[in-house]
């Protein structure tokens, strides 16, 4: 069991939390970790996407002007490619992209994914995330945390006053810790987790 600091938004350290093994304590695990984030892009895409092939076009396919004979290029249909209003040669159309990723796979995935994330020092626990739904009280306690670079923080439940706040910061995301996916942890430099928000992993994954 690996022994965290805990820290307040003034970035005082006020505490330690033991956080277990079997879900943060885990070996990277590249493969599967490459594995879900490739599927969970996949799924985000509509794949609502369509356009007109030629034999779809509405009109006439008749033949513009003889074949032979006029100094202009043979042309068989308006509908074709070439043509303003014609259809694409290779047009897209609606499709699935999702993929499958099998329950235990995401399990083990995200266990090594927020395990390496630990052992590179880049998960943070704070005691709670009490604050003013302003801007500049979250940049502040940004500047007390010392965090500079992409965020996310992970609450137990949905926190408005936080959302709000960070609802203006580009670099910072705010999510619950049952909606933390695998892509979330790996994409920020700083992962920062409140405790009751690590007991709810845990209670989770182990």
């Not at 926190?159 to 790996?186: E, H, M």
Request: glycine share 6%.
């Amino acid at each position: 069991m690996a022994n965290v600091k805990i820290y307040n938004l003034i970035g005082d350290e006020c505490g330690t939390i033991k956080l277990s093994d079997k879900v943060f304590g885990q070996e990277y695990n590249e493969p599967l970790i490459h594995q879900v984030v490739v599927a969970y892009l996949a799924n985000q895409r509509q794949g609502t996407k369509s356009a007109l092939t030629r034999s779809e076009v509405r009109g006439h396919a008749k033949k513009p002007w003889r074949q032979k004979g006029t100094g202009r290029a043979r042309q068989g249909s308006t509908k074709s490619p070439q043509w303003r209003g014609g259809g694409l040669a290779f047009a897209p159309k609606p499709r699935d992209f999702s993929k499958k990723v099998n329950k235990e796979t995401r399990r083990v995935a995200f266990k090594s994914a927020i395990s390496t994330k630990l052992a590179d020092k880049e998960l943070i626990v704070l005691n709670n995330i009490d604050l003013e739904p302003k801007t500049k009280v979250l940049v502040k306690a940004l500047e007390d945390l010392k965090l500079n670079r992409t965020v996310i923080f992970v609450t137990k439940d949905n926190n408005a006053n936080l959302l709000k706040a960070a609802g203006n910061l580009q670099s910072v995301d705010v999510t619950t810790a049952g909606l933390l996916n695998v892509y979330d942890i790996i994409s920020c430099d700083k992962l920062v987790v409140t405790e009751d928000a690590i007991k709810s992993i845990e209670e989770a994954y182990l």
